[in-house]
């Protein structure tokens, strides 16, 4: 099992590189950051841009895999994005992970004018989604014509560091979702249930994960894959469940997904006097000590 961290996009540079250098030197397998123009209580605080951060945060660190948790539709084309990763593929040295799903109806999902989008809408566009952008990334040039995107002798040319191209990690629950997982991810992504951390109780929330985990399996099994190809990544912060609080809260919380068949768990850099407010002391145990006390 893997750990990793979500590093928000909040901080001036001048600050923002010593967390995303600790991040490193605490040994964390990846750390994301969300991909948003702006997010819930957040909204009118400071809010930089998810990729030009991520670049920086390539060029202050050596060994940090970086990614989106996630990037969606909202406000994104598959032609500009993909344009976008293969630069920032190159400046990591191969360490980006790209998090996609289909989006939801924060802030951003209207910011450039746009109505708010039914879910069935954002299914049917994240459909042609990931696909155009797996052919962008993939091929030095693409041409398609999609309901909602298309592209038109699209050149990207060196292409991605990594090969055949970055590597997805499709945060889905639903059918369309989960069945764009399973064919063109290599990572699948839960933030438990999808309703809300008031909505089941915390002794219920594995159980929830086990069900998305086992329609995973058979959407893989239908696209002929193997499920056990996917990395599995849990976003911590979504439930009512607090493994931040103490490294023994971790370890019983850790050891319990890593049964459901969790391969990463992913969770969120401390921000006093937010969400995601927890002692930056006990975060730093978790991240150094926590993993190895389940081996």
């Known amino acids: 099992m893997r750990l990793s961290t979500v590093i928000?996009?909040?901080y001036r540079w001048a600050e923002g590189q010593k967390v995303w250098r600790r991040a490193e030197d605490l040994g964390f397998h990846a750390a994301y950051t969300y991909d948003h123009l702006s997010w819930r209580s957040f909204r009118d605080g400071p809010w930089f841009g998810s990729i030009p951060t991520l670049t920086a945060?390539?060029?202050?660190t050596e060994?940090?895999?970086?990614?989106?948790l996630v990037t969606s539709p909202n406000f994104r084309?598959?032609?500009?994005?993909?344009k976008e990763l293969i630069t920032l593929d190159d400046v990591s040295g191969g360490r980006l992970t790209l998090g996609i799903g289909a989006g939801g109806t924060g802030f951003d999902a209207t910011a450039m004018g746009q109505k708010a989008w039914s879910p069935q809408e954002r299914a049917e566009r994240f459909g042609e989604f990931v696909p155009l952008l797996d052919e962008l990334l993939t091929n030095d040039a693409t041409t398609r014509e999609g309901t909602y995107y298309s592209a038109v002798e699209a050149r990207n040319?060196?292409?991605?560091?990594q090969t055949p191209r970055v590597p997805f990690y499709v945060a889905a629950t639903g059918p369309r979702g989960l069945k764009l997982a399973a064919r063109y991810g290599q990572g699948w992504v839960t933030y438990g249930d999808p309703k809300g951390p008031a909505d089941v109780p915390v002794e219920q929330a594995p159980g929830v994960v086990a069900q998305q985990i086992e329609k995973l399996a058979a959407a893989c099994e239908a696209a002929g894959r193997d499920v056990g190809e996917l990395a599995k990544v849990l976003l911590q912060g979504s439930t009512a469940e607090k493994?931040?609080?103490s490294v023994d809260a971790f370890v019983d919380w850790a050891g319990t997904y890593r049964e459901l068949g969790i391969t990463e768990l992913v969770i969120h850099w401390p921000v006093p006097d937010s969400i995601f407010a927890n002692d930056l002391d006990t975060f730093e145990?978790?991240?150094t000590e926590g993993l190895a006390q389940l081996s």
């Open 157 to 161: 040319i060196p292409g991605c560091v």
């Open 77 to 82: 084309h598959p032609v500009t994005l993909a």
């Open 285 to 287: 145990r978790i991240a």
């Open 243 to 245: 493994p931040l609080q």
């Open 8 to 10: 928000l996009p909040i």
């Open 57 to 60: 945060a390539a060029s202050a």
């Open 63 to 68: 060994q940090l895999r970086l990614g989106t």
